[in-house]
């Protein structure tokens, strides 16, 4: 769209301009047809004169006639003019040889141009009667302005047009330039921001005509802005007030449990202890899916990239959610090590926290009984970097672009879950301007999650 608008402006503004060159190459080519029409006029009033100037005739035959010019006719012939003097049958009586040629049919004026020793003459021919009888008068000159104008075109006229036009539009290419930046800068600052960045544009610094267009675009900014808000905080309340009475449910679910285990043993209960597992695993499952609802919600707020960073420490980090998870890897044999440097990021530090609390559960959940899951942080390559590596099942490689996406899981996967997990890890990724990058774990086996951050 731009550069169509830049080509229009310049076709519009460069346009006039050659029409303009070409008009006035028109009104130059007029000038001298004027002043051709002046000549032919002048030519025209030299004949008569000529023609009275004969006086007689030679004192023999063979010599020339007596000619007396009067001053008006003897100034036109200083220059490049010529005349000749014929008899009716076209032999030369006085004059220019060249000039000596056919006569003309009848007594009336005619005009013609001629070529003659590199000069283009414009030659006048009339039948006159003088005192030796009829003879025909021929007039030239060899300053023909059309003649002149021709020669003369290229380098006054058309040269100097072809310069002006190419210096006319460099000017008008910069001008159009100049007055376009506003716009690309607003076309630049467009899109550079982030999907998440609905803020108002500057409307200050925008051109008058533009304003009008950054103006509906605040309209919509905010429009889209309180569309997703609305819908973030529906989120985040919904899941807010599910998680009370799931937590109190999962509570009561798990004092069931218990009875109906310890009951079972006793023969007192005919509820099998099975299905109170089964209801138990639902209800962790929603009360899980609601926590990582919140966490989604918070995660994906656009005020998160607005809000002040703060340095964080890895290595306690990452200390941390060894203790936090620590009982449900022992529950299930596997082995749950930290490979940790001191380390210091800028960054949201309960973000961070629910990043790699997901990366460590989702680990644990998924490693079979007797595996063996690791947390690394430290530097690599210049950057910092949180790590999580395991030697379970693994992702395919096919399926590694898949599995960031909200509520996708991986066909076959055993074990609970909502598919959320790393998608919250992704987003939160996101709000520190990089990406997770899945990796096969060591020897081949399993996944190695990592978390390139700036330091």
Not at 160 to 177: D, K, T
Request: glycine share 8%; hydrophobic share 45%.
């Amino acid at each position: 769209m731009l550069s169509g608008l830049r080509r229009r402006l310049l076709v519009m503004l460069l346009v006039p301009l050659v029409g303009l060159a070409l008009l006035n190459a028109w009104f130059d080519y007029r000038s001298a047809d004027n002043v051709a029409l002046q000549q032919d006029k002048r030519l025209a009033s030299v004949v008569p004169l000529l023609a009275d100037s004969v006086i007689g005739e030679g004192v023999r035959k063979t010599d020339p006639p007596l000619v007396l010019m009067p001053p008006a006719a003897a100034e036109f012939f200083v220059g490049s003019r010529a005349f000749a003097l014929t008899d009716p049958d076209g032999k030369l009586l006085l004059g220019e040889e060249w000039l000596a040629g056919l006569p003309p049919p009848d007594d009336l004026l005619e005009f013609h141009s001629e070529e003659n020793g590199g000069t283009t003459w414009r030659i006048a021919r009339q039948r006159q009667q003088t005192v030796i009888g009829p003879v025909v008068v021929a007039v030239a000159d060899g300053s023909d302005p059309r003649q002149q104008w021709a020669r003369s075109v290229l380098f006054k006229v058309l040269l100097p047009n072809l310069v002006l036009i190419a210096a006319a539009a460099f000017a008008v290419g910069w001008a159009v330039e100049r007055a376009l930046k506003p716009l690309l800068e607003l076309k630049d600052a467009v899109e550079r921001r982030s999907p998440r960045d609905l803020s108002a544009l500057d409307e200050t610094g925008s051109p008058e005509e533009v304003r009008p267009l950054v103006q509906s675009l605040n309209r919509l900014f905010g429009l889209v802005n309180a569309q997703a808000e609305s819908q973030r905080r529906f989120v985040a309340d919904a899941a807010h007030q599910l998680r009370t009475p799931l937590a109190g449910l999962q509570a009561q679910v798990e004092a069931w449990a218990q009875l109906a285990h310890g009951a079972g043993r006793q023969g007192r209960l005919e509820l099998k202890a099975d299905q109170v597992d089964k209801l138990r695993g639902a209800t962790r499952r929603t009360s899980q899916l609601a926590h990582q609802l919140l966490a989604l919600s918070r995660a994906d707020a656009r005020t998160m990239e607005a809000q002040p960073r703060e340095r964080i420490d890895l290595k306690a980090l990452c200390e941390d959610q060894l203790q936090v998870h620590l009982d449900a890897a022992t529950a299930r044999r596997i082995d749950l090590g930290l490979d940790a440097e001191p380390v210091e990021v800028k960054g949201h530090e309960w973000l961070l926290r629910e990043l790699l609390g997901n990366l460590v559960d989702n680990a644990v959940k998924y490693t079979p009984e007797g595996g063996t899951v690791t947390l690394r942080c430290g530097t690599r390559d210049g950057h910092a970097f949180l790590e999580v590596e395991d030697d379970g099942p693994g992702v395919p490689e096919a399926e590694r672009g898949r599995v960031l996406e909200r509520f996708y899981r991986v066909q076959g996967t055993a074990g609970e879950g909502n598919g959320l997990g790393l998608a919250i890890a992704q987003e939160i990724a996101r709000v520190h301007r990089t990406q997770l990058e899945l990796h096969t774990g060591a020897g081949g086996r399993g996944l190695r999650v990592a978390l390139p951050l700036a330091i």
